[in-house]
């Protein structure tokens, strides 16, 4: 198979949608030889922050040598974003030997599954990083964790980020049983870095790190940071401070995210070793597209943020209350229809001088025309529908002057089309 065919060929697979479990990744697994044994492996869950410190950590152990691989999800543009080492992405040569080899193996192991498609991308991602040797190896779960397709590893150190409301058909309608499904990639005897600022979902991750004997590092008790007038400060695990470290993600949702990749990275010294000199580039050179991702294109300043949950989308309100106040906002914004955040989204509305109201090319995507329908009369008189996501974008860049702020928000896959349409064939 070439590119195109190994893309078509991994999108067959979505028929097979969501299907949490691990029984077909071990199945599948043991018939390829188990490649995800050989990675030394960094496991990371949570509702919002996960690829902010995925980013930051492939960085820093980037900055100081190590082959650092990252499996992330979901992708903006290309399916592969998901798949990097340090900065530099799969070849859609070596994608498609990749998926051609897999599709072959997979066919001829006795009585094995049909894998979904992010079974089959989870597949490839321990085969290539395996392949490539990386020194280290970055993994983000899917959705949850204790079923997640990512969940067969034996890490070195686990990290739970913050813990909201998101996917409940899946992992349930309260925090409590949110975070028990994000608490399943604990391993006994395996550290844990975690956010833990909820109570309720901290008081579960805490009894599962005591049920398997996991050591928990927990943000604001083992570990804290700050931002200070010049940089972030950080106190580490073992007392060690660092002064005035450059922090490039905008938000203050990403002083947690830094002190939780800087954390973990204390944890795996002993193997991975990254010095001060090194910590310092690498926080320097943390790059994330579209989460709060500024932009100049066609003559205006633009921001893109891929907030799709109640969480994500106070940390955009709250990043823009800090760093716009006083500008015109104009939005465009559309989310998945799988998703309720009203309380959230009225908060961002209000931020917002104008808005306009489109959908992302999926099958998940929100009508517009109902989402409008369903606000309040006040919120309903400053938005407009419009589509395709490429007429959203020129209506939206017509109404934006000089000094405004175009924001673009409400699901990756929005951001994603609307980041292609003001870079076409950029690499993300």
Known sequence: MDYSESCAYLDSLQMFRIKLGLETMRLLLAGLGHPERGLACIHIAGTNGKGSVGSTLRSLFGAAGWRAGLYSSPHLVSVRER?????????????????????????AIPAGPEPTWFECATLAAFRWLAEKQVDVAILETGLGGRLDATNVVQPLVSIITDISRDHEAYL????????????????????????GR??????????????????LYLFGRDFSAAMRPHGLYYRGIHGREFRDLPLVLPGEHQVLNAALA?????????RLPVDEAAIRRGMAAVHWPGRMEYLQARGRRIVL????????????????????????IVLIWGNMADKNMAAARSRLFA???SIILTRAETLRSARPGELQQGLAPAERARTRVVEPVAAALNAALADTGPEDLLCVAGSLYLVGQVRSLLKPGAAV
């Open 198 to 215: 909820n109570g309720d979902s901290r008081a579960v991750i805490e009894a599962c790190c005591t049920r398997n004997a996991s050591p």
């Open 305 to 328: 943020d891929g907030a799709h949950n109640e969480a994500g989308v106070a940390a955009l309100c709250a990043a823009l209350e800090a760093l716009e106040a006083g500008r015109r």
């Open 351 to 353: 931020l917002a001088g």
């Open 262 to 270: 800087l954390a973990a990275l204390e944890l795996v010294a002993g």
């Open 83 to 107: 798949f990097a080492i340090g900065e530099e992405l799969i070849s859609e040569a070596e994608f498609a030997a990749l998926m051609t080899a897999l599709r072959r193996e997979i066919a």
């Open 172 to 195: 349930g309608a309260d925090l409590k049983s949110i975070a028990a499904e994000k608490a399943g990639i604990i391993k006994p005897g395996v550290p844990v870095v975690c956010s």
